[in-house]
């Protein structure tokens, strides 16, 4: 079992910066990607980005890839998305989850693509 716990979100106004944190424990399988899916209102879910948990190579949807970063620190087995020049679009419950790394779908999700492993979400609201 993998078990994540999201941190961070809050209010930043347009063009500002969040960064947002996923701590990680449990069994973490070299084969696992952990990263970040969002909801925002009325619209698909939306996986934005994940890093192999074997190499560190990250891994980002088309839509955000210029402005949010994924990081990741071993020592405190804590993921972070870094996200830069943030606009209302990005208001979403920003998720940490995980699952094979092959599970992953970096984009809109379908109901069918659904990740095993979720911690609870955090707010990120952008809004002057």
């Known amino acids: 079992e993998v078990q994540l716990q999201a941190s961070g979100g809050g209010l930043v106004q347009p063009g500002g910066s969040l960064r947002v944190s996923c701590t990680v424990s449990?069994?973490?399988?070299?084969?696992?990607?952990i990263g970040w899916v969002r909801q925002a209102p009325g619209k698909r879910r939306e996986g934005v980005a994940c890093?192999?948990?074997?190499?560190?190579?990250?891994r980002y949807a088309y839509s955000v890839q210029d402005r949010l970063t994924i990081s990741r620190d071993n020592t405190k087995k804590t993921v972070y998305l870094q996200m830069n020049n943030l606009s209302p679009d990005d208001t979403a419950i920003y998720y940490c989850?995980?699952?094979?790394?092959?599970?992953?779908?970096?984009?809109?999700?379908?109901?069918?693509?659904?990740?095993?492993?979720w911690g609870q979400g955090t707010l990120v609201t952008v809004s002057s």
């Open positions: 989850a995980a699952d094979f790394i092959g599970q992953w779908v970096l984009g809109p999700h379908s109901p069918e693509d659904e990740l095993r492993y």
């Open positions: 449990g069994l973490i399988d070299d084969d696992l990607g």
């Open positions: 890093i192999e948990n074997r190499n560190g190579r990250a």
